[in-house]
């Protein structure tokens, strides 16, 4: 059982607007900032979102990230096959004392 | 370019020890924290461990405290995870990331290719 909680999926076709949701609570997301990572098959992940909104170079402005409360959301738009991969949400824990991702959503694009 | 090259995994009996290392470069590295994150094939990512800057200060997830130590060395640009009194559930592959900043509650901002740790009898 995930601190984080995602959705196990989400799916959507080429050129939809995908979001991923993230919900945490007051000790992590209420008080932390949260990042993005993107995983394919067989690959490490990779950072794609920090701070809450901030992309790191490189990745397309495609992807944005919100946070409200305590929870956090991941939105894609312009849906591209390539975008199909897993997707984690992290964030520190103040209260564990340490880093906590969610489960993880799958990603299809249909 | 920021490079992360783990090595040290491999096949251990139960209660067994390894020693993983993470050789870094491409970077400044005693500049920056670093942390090793598990997943476990076909699941999720787990934070296990982290480090500031200097080594000074290190955090652990609560499964691993007193069984792993993590530790680095500036002058050899390497970040070190001792794993003792292994278990099954301690079975993932085990990824070296460089943190964003000096301390360990920075996001994993580069990730080394990881490194495979199987607990079996």
């Known amino acids: 059982q995930s601190v984080l909680t995602q959705p196990p999926s989400a799916s959507g076709t080429p050129g939809q607007r995908v979001t991923i949701s993230c919900s945490g609570g007051?000790?992590?997301?209420?008080?932390?900032?949260i990042n993005w990572y993107q995983q394919f098959p067989g690959a490490a992940p990779k950072l794609l979102i920090y701070?809450?909104?901030q992309r790191p170079s490189g990745v397309p402005d495609r992807f944005s990230g919100f946070s409200s409360g305590t929870s956090a959301s991941l939105a894609i738009s312009g849906l591209q096959s390539e975008d199909e991969a897993d997707y984690y949400c992290?964030?520190?824990?103040?209260?564990?004392?340490?880093?906590?991702f969610g489960g993880g959503t799958k990603l299809t694009v249909l | 370019e920021v490079q992360l090259l783990e090595s040290g995994g491999g096949v251990v009996r139960p209660g067994g020890s390894l020693r993983l290392s993470c050789v870094a470069s491409?970077?400044?590295?005693?500049?920056?924290?670093m942390s090793w994150v598990r997943q476990v094939a076909g699941k999720g990512l787990e934070w296990v461990a982290g480090?500031?800057?200097?080594?000074?200060?290190?955090r652990y997830v609560d499964s691993v405290k007193g069984r792993f130590t993590i530790s680095r060395d500036n002058a050899k640009n390497t970040l070190y995870l001792e794993a003792s009194s292994l278990r099954a559930e301690d079975t993932a592959r085990y990824y070296c990331?460089?943190?964003?900043?000096?301390?360990?509650?920075?996001?994993?901002?580069?990730w080394g290719q990881g490194t495979l740790v199987t607990v079996s009898s």
């Open positions: 990331t460089k943190l964003a900043g000096a301390t360990a509650v920075s996001q994993f901002e580069h």
């Open positions: 992290a964030s520190w824990d103040d209260s564990l004392n340490g880093w906590v």
């Open positions: 491409g970077f400044t590295f005693d500049d920056y924290g």
């Open positions: 480090l500031n800057f200097s080594g000074g200060s290190t």
């Open positions: 007051s000790s992590n997301i209420g008080i932390n900032t």
């Open positions: 701070s809450i909104d």
